[in-house]
C-alpha cells in the first residue's frame, strides 16, 4: 500500500546521525512514498553518512527535487548497483538531486 509523507519516506538528519553513525542498507525496496514538504520523496539525507548496495528506488515523488533521493549539507554517500525507476520530482532531480557539499564515493 501507500504511504503519504509530508517530508519523506526515510529522513536522515544531524541528530539521528550522532547517534548511529554510518548506516548502511542493502537489499531494500523503497517504493510509493510522497514527499509533499518537496524533498526526497523516497528518502532525504541531511548531514549523513549512508552506504547503500542493491536498494530499489521505485515510483517514488517529491513535490520539489529529488524523487528518489535528496541528498542535503556535507552528505557521504556510497551508491552500488542500486535501480532508480519511475520517481519524479516537481522541479529538479528525478531521481537524485544534491544541495551543499555531497561526497560521492564508489
Known amino acids: 500500500h501507500t504511504h503519504t509523507h509530508t517530508h519523506t519516506g526515510i529522513t536522515s538528519d544531524p541528530y539521528s546521525q550522532g ?3 554510518q ?5 531494500v525496496e523503497i517504493t510509493d512514498n510522497i514527499a509533499f514538504g518537496g524533498l526526497g520523496g523516497g528518502m532525504k539525507v541531511e ?3 549512508f ?3 542493491r536498494v530499489l528506488f521505485r515510483n517514488n515523488t ?11 549539507s556535507d ?3 556510497t551508491i552500488t548497483s542500486c535501480s532508480f ?4 520530482a516537481g522541479s529538479n532531480g528525478g531521481a537524485l538531486s544534491a544541495d551543499g557539499q555531497v561526497l560521492s564515493q564508489t
Open 19 to 21: 547517534l548511529l553513525g
Open 23 to 27: 548506516i548502511v542498507m542493502e537489499d
Open 47 to 49: 548531514k549523513g553518512n
Open 51 to 53: 552506504t547503500m548496495s
Open 62 to 72: 517529491a513535490k520539489l527535487s529529488g524523487g528518489a533521493i535528496s541528498f542535503q
Open 75 to 77: 552528505s557521504v554517500v
Open 85 to 88: 525507476i519511475d520517481s519524479t
